[in-house]
T-cell receptor, first 115, second 109 residues
Framework: GAVVSQHPSRVICKSGTSVKIECRSL??????MFWYRQFPKQSLMLMAT?????????EQGVEKDKFLINHASLTLSTLTVTSAHPEDSSFYICSATTGMEYGYTFGSGTRLTVV | RKEVEQDPGPFNVPEGATVAFNCTYS??????FFWYRQDCRKEPKLLMS???SGNEDGRFTAQLNRASQYISLLIRDSKLSDSATYLC??????????FGDGTTLTVKP
């Protein structure tokens, strides 16, 4: 089945630094990938839709200059959290789909802690 | 009102019990539906798609009621390992996906 690899799985960084998270579709091409954030005991919140070769579409309230998304190829999307602050600490998950009717495959998530 | 609503629970049931979750959606243009399972501090994993005619996978049965705009998930003979949060996902034909907030199930010995 479809596999999505995400790394790092866990990162601790200092406030003010930037962190890059990678999301790769291993055995299929994903023209669209999605980035989510999940706070403890809350649901997944869609941050942005990443389209290969074009600019990402951000959800309302998500700062595009803070959360930089690059979907440079059909198998790779990256999320960079710039100038991270403690309130950015969260679980970030990517997903990809081979078609909306088939559901999503999620990456294993990245737990970001900003100290 | 949220586009997709789930009873957050928690549902606490004994092993062997049958438990059912509902998920209501407000967009009548919704086209595809899924149930995901998420374990604590892990990513969601697709449990099953929901087909118009209803579908079954072992102890799990999913159903769709378009007239009343809800989907359901029935778990028979609950196992301890079924303890998780169950998320419903609703997609429109415009490519928009909406996740429910999840229903937490705890199966106890």
């Amino acid at each position: 089945g479809a596999v999505v690899s995400q790394h790092p799985s866990r990162v601790i960084c200092k406030s003010g630094t930037s962190v890059k998270i990678e999301c790769r579709s291993l055995d299929f091409q994903a023209t669209t990938m999605f980035w989510y954030r999940q706070f403890p005991k809350q649901s997944l919140m869609l941050m942005a839709t990443s389209n290969e070769g074009s600019k990402a579409t951000y959800e309302q309230g998500v700062e595009k200059d803070k959360f930089l998304i690059n979907h440079a190829s059909l198998t790779l999307s990256t999320l960079t959290v710039t100038s991270a602050h403690p309130e950015d600490s969260s679980f970030y998950i990517c997903s990809a789909t081979t078609g909306m009717e088939y559901g999503y495959t999620f990456g294993s998530g990245t737990r970001l802690t900003v100290v | 009102r949220k586009e997709v609503e789930q009873d957050p629970g928690p549902f606490n049931v004994p092993e062997g019990a049958t438990v059912a979750f509902n998920c209501t959606y407000s967009n009548s243009a919704s086209q595809s539906f899924f149930w995901y399972r998420q374990d604590c501090r892990k990513e969601p994993k697709l449990l099953m798609s929901v087909y118009s005619s209803g579908n079954e996978d072992g102890r799990f049965t999913a159903q769709l009621n378009r007239a009343s705009q809800y989907i359901s998930l029935l778990i028979r003979d609950s196992k301890l390992s079924d303890s998780a949060t169950y998320l419903c996902v609703v997609n429109t034909n415009a490519g928009k996906s909406t996740f429910g907030d999840g229903t937490t199930l705890t199966v106890k010995p």
